[in-house]
């Protein structure tokens, strides 16, 4: 299993535009083939953050579903992340 976990740093005025467009990333990677879990959101404490975690059954998934999935989230809006994949033994 692969989760990708971490967060990125938005423009606070655009986080809650941002937020509406990853749902549409976030439906998309549900219904991925391998994808267990997808979730983007906006950090209770700082305005600037949103928070990411993703869990899938492999690295091939994960690399099917960016490969194919919808082009980058607002790239622009991003100021900085911090996301890292962890290749987790069951």
């Known amino acids: 299993m692969i989760i990708v976990a971490g967060h990125l740093r938005v423009d ?28 983007l959101s906006a950090d209770p404490i700082e305005p600037d953050r949103v928070n990411v975690f993703e869990r899938w059954s492999s ?16 790239a622009a809006e991003i100021r900085s992340a911090d996301v890292r994949e962890y290749d987790v033994a069951d």
Do not use: I, K, Q, V
Not at 59 to 74: I, M, N, V
């Open 59 to 74: 690295r091939y998934t994960l690399g099917a579903f960016r490969g194919s999935g919808p082009s980058g989230l607002s």
């Open 12 to 39: 606070p005025a655009a986080r809650a535009r941002f937020l509406t467009e990853a749902a549409n990333t976030a439906r998309m990677a549900r219904a991925a083939s391998g994808c267990l879990d997808f979730h």
